[in-house]
């Protein structure tokens, strides 16, 4: 299973020296953009990320959570192969779809968000971005009702034979993406579950799921 990497539960003092760590172990690496009004946090931005673009090669995948992504996916575009924007903040996002060339698109769910919210959007991203914990901050329990989302999302990329992957974030270790794997995603991000103990060891075991 596609496993990425999420900084959030990662010290920000020794990042670069993290992501050394990490080598080739993560698919992609998940940047949580926070501003504070969106959701009630406050991360980093462009100059971190670039920053840390020197030290690997892997993607960077960027989930904009902020209010105005039309504004600032532009900032992220220089180090971020995939922005995900999230369909609460720009319920109409057909203008922004089109401009955004040369990067992958994602939307993303909140959990009290229905799928069918971005049913039509389907045909025109490449991420399906679901996520099972209220966004804001690392460490929340996993919502199984992200299961249902992910099996009727599942049904109708199937059927219509579209190109557009299906990634869940929040809760994630081995026993609850093994349960969204189940249901259809083809990835996940993990973040607290990856900050201690083996962690190479937890994502080949996360990788492995089939």
């Known amino acids: 299973m596609?496993?990425?990497?999420?900084?959030?539960?990662?010290?920000?003092?020794?990042?670069?020296?993290?992501?050394?760590?990490?080598?080739?172990?993560?698919d992609f690496i998940h940047m949580d953009i926070m501003d504070g009004s969106f959701v009630p946090n406050l991360t980093f931005g462009p100059p971190l990320i670039d920053s840390l673009r020197k030290i690997t090669?892997?993607?960077?995948?960027?989930h904009l959570m902020v209010v105005n992504p039309a504004e600032q996916w532009k900032w992220y575009k220089k180090s971020c192969g995939r922005i995900i924007f999230h369909i609460e903040a720009l319920r109409e996002p057909q203008a922004l779809l089109k401009e955004m060339k040369g990067v992958k698109k994602g939307i993303a769910l909140n959990p009290a968000t229905?799928?069918?919210?971005?049913?039509?959007?389907?045909?025109?991203?490449e991420t399906a971005f679901l996520m099972s914990v209220p966004?804001?901050?690392?460490?929340?329990?996993?919502?199984?009702?992200?299961?249902?989302?992910?099996?009727?999302?599942r049904k109708i990329i199937d059927r219509k034979k579209l190109k557009c992957r299906i990634c869940v974030d929040g809760g994630i270790?081995?026993?609850?993406?093994?349960?969204?794997?189940?249901?259809?995603?083809?990835?996940?991000?993990?973040?607290?579950?990856?900050?201690?103990?083996?962690?190479?060891?937890?994502?080949?075991?996360?990788?492995?799921?089939?």
């Open 57 to 62: 090669a892997l993607l960077f995948e960027a």
């Open 2 to 26: 596609e496993t990425g990497l999420s900084i959030l539960s990662n010290d920000f003092s020794r990042l670069g020296d993290e992501l050394k760590k990490y080598g080739r172990g993560p």
């Open 173 to 210: 270790n081995l026993e609850t993406a093994a349960l969204c794997r189940g249901a259809g995603a083809d990835s996940v991000v993990a973040s607290s579950y990856l900050s201690g103990g083996n962690i190479l060891k937890k994502l080949a075991a996360l990788k492995a799921l089939r």
């Open 114 to 125: 229905p799928a069918a919210r971005i049913e039509k959007w389907l045909p025109y991203i």
């Open 135 to 153: 966004p804001g901050f690392s460490g929340q329990k996993f919502d199984s009702g992200v299961l249902e989302k992910i099996s009727r999302l």
